[in-house]
């Protein structure tokens, strides 16, 4: 649990609890996401991986904790304050319209305007431009329907449609799950470069090869509580899976087992 | 991690290297159509050439079809269907379907003949009453549809009956009110002067050439995707091939008697190009139109993107009941006046036919308000050429329900192709 030579968190979570009636869901989770860093959120089904993300995009409201962004208190209520802060998530379902193509769908609910008309020019000028940015060159157009893309490229238009918004921290679940090997490499190379230009990315993956790729922090989640969080080169690839499963390896993690609870 | 970025970008790179802006010649671009067509996506085509069937078809069959007289008439029988159609379009855009729209017009006709005839009240009033109505009555069914959560089907079905009752009860059993309004009456028996109509045929050809020139200067000034240079030029050659020939056609005297010439455009069309003008512009030029594919596409994603998903689904039928009430009132200055069976019967199936035959899907996400025309020509043509061969009802009837089953397969097998090939 290191944690010098670290920059001011960009987000930061302390004490976060939350539960569904009488299921406790979170246990005083502390989270943290440094700008330009590439923290992967790791645990096992039902550990909390989801509602955790939930709760910092601010569809759940938690019971107790608090939260600062870029050290400031901050509260959030609902998923505009979190897009307010520039707070983006990008779901497993993707959430594109199949009809439209990759302009429409970047813009999807904050289409630019001149006057009464949509400004399809703005629009696709500042689309290219975001996926020029991020070095995006898998798409053959920005006008075709996102019908015709692969599932490589589609999680790619729904990640540059969550930077497109100058956001700060996006967190991505499980982008690769659904990828073949070619693809899941673009998608990595693609986390990577949002990290690069200074972004908090939180990766929420099963995949232990990808989040030892790409991932500067481990955080590891247990039944609910926080683990581990470490530096990526601190650990081995099967104290993270002890860390999942167990919830503590050697040193490392709850040291109750955490069962308990 | 740079081992892995400089192997892993040239694998990126083979898979698509460059985002092309514009299809560089009109042959590439007719290769590119082709492959759409291949695909699956044949928008308003099979429309177009079942169009120019049924004119060889039925010009064969009938000397009187192609006459300057009948394509008068032909044309103010597809107005009323046509208007009906373009407002089923965003309905049917929602993948919803609203069956109750034929008679929702009979409703709207029938209190605006009773406010002219009853209440004296001037033309204008009636129709703003009528309009009023219709969208009452859409904001019922979307209400239903949307809040309550009740399929669109059995809401409107439901309606369906319903209306028939309240116009029933308007007009009274057996009876009909006239339609003697001279507006009203003379927006399909009466004709735009030969002049104004040629103005207004100039007018709408040079403003759609002047728009899409316009267009394509900004795109390629600013470097963005654009369609070749001769693509438009074909585009606005069709444009004015099809504008000024109907114009022209109607510019002959059409008249059996010498002494009272019958020339001109009937009001009704002009009618027709405003309304498909207007909602053209909606469902392709505004956040409002976007939002509407975008609901009716992926209503998760909508919600996600913050649009109001319950909010467009009720809009939507309120634009497909206020246009039944425009199409009822088109209905009755055709036939003169308003009577209980009006709307009901097989005028909302034309409709819906007209909608899928021009290329709209009944599955949601895909359509335009031009389909609506082209789809209401073709099936008044049907109805108009079988009528000249005098053939028994029972023949209209069949022919016109294979045509609606045919429309509508063809958008389920090609949906299929779509989605076999990923094309929208």
């Known amino acids: 649990m290191t944690t010098t030579g670290l920059p001011e968190p960009l987000l930061r979570l302390s004490g976060i609890n939350k539960s569904f009636g009488a299921v406790h869901v979170l246990h005083d989770v502390d989270f943290a996401v440094y700008p330009g860093q590439v923290t992967a959120l790791v645990g096992d089904n039902g550990a909390g991986k989801s509602t955790l993300v939930k709760t910092i995009a601010g569809i759940y409201s938690a019971e107790s904790g608090e939260r600062y962004f870029a050290g400031l208190p901050v509260t959030i209520n609902g998923p505009r304050d979190a897009a307010d802060l520039g707070i983006e998530v990008v779901y497993q379902d993707l959430a594109l319209c199949d009809n439209l193509d990759i302009v429409q769908n970047m813009f999807l609910g904050r289409e630019q305007m001149r006057g009464v008309v949509l400004d399809e020019n703005t629009m696709e000028a500042r689309a290219r431009e975001t996926l020029a940015s991020l070095s995006v060159r898998t798409v053959k157009s920005v006008r075709q329907s996102v019908s015709s893309l692969s599932g490589g490229q589609r999680q790619t238009v729904a990640i540059a449609k969550s930077v497109l918004w100058n956001s700060k921290v996006v967190l991505l679940d499980e982008p690769t799950a659904a990828l073949g090997v070619a693809q899941t490499r673009q998608v990595l190379d693609l986390v990577r470069r949002l990290a690069d230009q200074g972004l908090g990315v939180v990766l929420i993956s099963h995949n232990m090869v990808d989040v030892f790729e790409v991932a500067d922090r481990i955080t590891a989640l247990y039944l609910g509580r926080v683990a581990a969080d470490v530096a990526t080169a601190d650990v081995t690839h099967s104290q993270v899976v002890e860390l999942i499963t167990a919830g503590r390896s050697g040193d490392l993690g709850l040291t109750t087992s955490g069962t308990t609870a | ?424």
């Not at chain 2, 299809?23 to 699956?40: K, M, P, S």
């Not at chain 2, 120019?52 to 039925?58: E, G, N, R």
């Not at chain 2, 006239?178 to 004709?191: A, S, Y």
Request: with cysteine; proline share 3%; aromatic share 6%.
């Open chain 2, 1 to 424: 991690m740079t081992s892995t970025e400089t192997s892993s970008s040239s694998l990126a790179e083979t898979d698509f290297a460059v985002d092309s802006r514009q299809v560089a010649t009109v042959g590439q671009a007719f290769t590119a159509y082709g492959n759409r067509i291949r695909g699956g996506d044949m928008g308003a085509l099979p429309a177009v050439l079942g169009l120019i069937v049924l004119f060889v078809v039925f010009s064969l069959a009938s000397s009187s079809f192609l006459t300057a007289l009948n394509m008068a008439n032909l044309i103010t029988q597809a107005g009323a269907i046509c208007v009906l159609a373009m407002g089923l379009v965003p309905v049917l855009l929602m993948g919803d379907i609203d069956l109750s729209a034929g008679v929702a017009g009979a409703v709207a006709a029938a209190i605006a003949a009773l406010a002219i005839r009853d209440q004296g009240l001037p033309w204008y009033v009636a129709v703003l009453a009528a309009v009023v109505a219709g969208m009452v009555i859409g904001l019922a069914i979307g209400l239903l549809v949307a809040k309550v959560g009740i399929p669109s089907f059995v809401v409107t079905l439901a309606f369906f009956l319903a209306l028939q009752g309240v116009t029933l009860r308007l007009i009274g059993q057996g009876g009909s009110v006239r339609v003697d309004d001279p507006v009203i009456r003379g927006l399909t028996i009466t004709n735009v002067p030969v002049l104004a109509g040629w103005v207004v045929a100039v007018v709408i050809v040079v403003g759609f050439a002047a728009l899409t020139l316009l267009r394509y200067r900004s795109q390629v000034a600013r470097d963005l995707q654009h369609q070749p240079l001769g693509v438009i030029a074909l585009k606005i050659a069709g444009m004015a091939v099809i504008v000024l020939g109907v114009t022209a056609v109607l510019s002959v005297n059409r008249s059996r008697n010498p002494n009272f010439p019958i020339e001109g455009v009937p009001y009704v069309l002009p009618l027709v190009a405003l309304l498909l003008i207007f909602w053209t512009f909606v469902l392709t030029r505004t956040r409002y139109g976007r939002h509407v594919y975008a609901v009716g596409g992926n209503r998760e994603a909508a919600r996600r993107a913050g649009i109001n998903v319950d909010r467009i689904r009720i809009s939507v039928f309120v634009i497909g009941s206020s246009m039944a009430a425009i199409s009822g009132i088109i209905a009755a200055s055709n036939a003169g006046s308003v009577s209980p069976s009006s709307g009901a019967g097989n005028t909302l199936l034309y409709a819906v036919g007209a909608a899928v035959i021009g290329g709209t899907s009944l599955f949601g996400g895909k359509g335009q308000a031009r389909d609506a025309v082209i789809g209401g020509v073709v099936i008044a043509t049907i109805a108009n050429g079988l009528g000249l061969l005098n053939q028994a009802s029972y023949i209209n009837f069949l022919v016109t329900g294979a045509v609606l089953l045919l429309a509508a397969g063809v958008d389920a097998v090609s949906r299929r192709r779509r989605s076999a090939s990923g094309l929208g």
